[in-house]
C-alpha cells in the first residue's frame, strides 16, 4: 500500500512564505507525476502544481512566479516552495501521485490534506 505524508502548512502573514513537503511510502517502483493540489471552503478543488519524472512542470496561472515544485526521484519526495502568499491561497493543500507503479500495478493516491492559511 502506498501511502503520502504531507507536512510543512501553517498559518503565514500575506506575503511570507511556507515550503510544503510530501514523501511517498510503501512499495513503490516508481512515480510519473507528482504534485499538489488544493481546495479552498466552499470551492472545488484545484491543480496547483504538478510534475513528471522527466522534469515536466505545469502551474496553476494564479501561482506562476510566485510557488515553485520541485521534486527529489530518489527519495519520492515532491515540495511545494510558495513565496509571495496571499489570502486567497488560503486552503487544504492535498499531494497527488499519478502513475505510481507498485507490485501490485499502477496506482494513484492522495495525501491527507495540509492546511494553509493566509493572514494578517
Known amino acids: 500500500q502506498v501511502q503520502l505524508v504531507e507536512s510543512g502548512g501553517g498559518l503565514v502573514q500575506p506575503g511570507g512564505s511556507l515550503r510544503l513537503s510530501c514523501a511517498a511510502s510503501?512499495?513503490?517502483?516508481?512515480?510519473?507525476?507528482m504534485g499538489w493540489y488544493r481546495q479552498a471552503p466552499g470551492k472545488e478543488r484545484e491543480l496547483v502544481a504538478t510534475?513528471?519524472?522527466?522534469?515536466?512542470?505545469i502551474y496553476a496561472d494564479s501561482v506562476k512566479d510566485r510557488f515553485t515544485i520541485s521534486r527529489d526521484n530518489a527519495k519520492n519526495t515532491v515540495y511545494l516552495q510558495m513565496n509571495s502568499l496571499k489570502p486567497e491561497d488560503t486552503a487544504a493543500y492535498y499531494c497527488?501521485?499519478?502513475?505510481?507503479?507498485?507490485?501490485?500495478?499502477?496506482?494513484?493516491?492522495w495525501g491527507q490534506g495540509t492546511l494553509v492559511t493566509v493572514s494578517s
Open positions: 497527488h501521485a499519478g502513475g505510481v507503479r507498485t507490485g501490485l500495478g499502477n496506482v494513484e493516491v
Open positions: 510503501g512499495n513503490i517502483y516508481s512515480i510519473n507525476a
Open positions: 510534475t513528471t519524472s522527466g522534469g515536466r512542470t
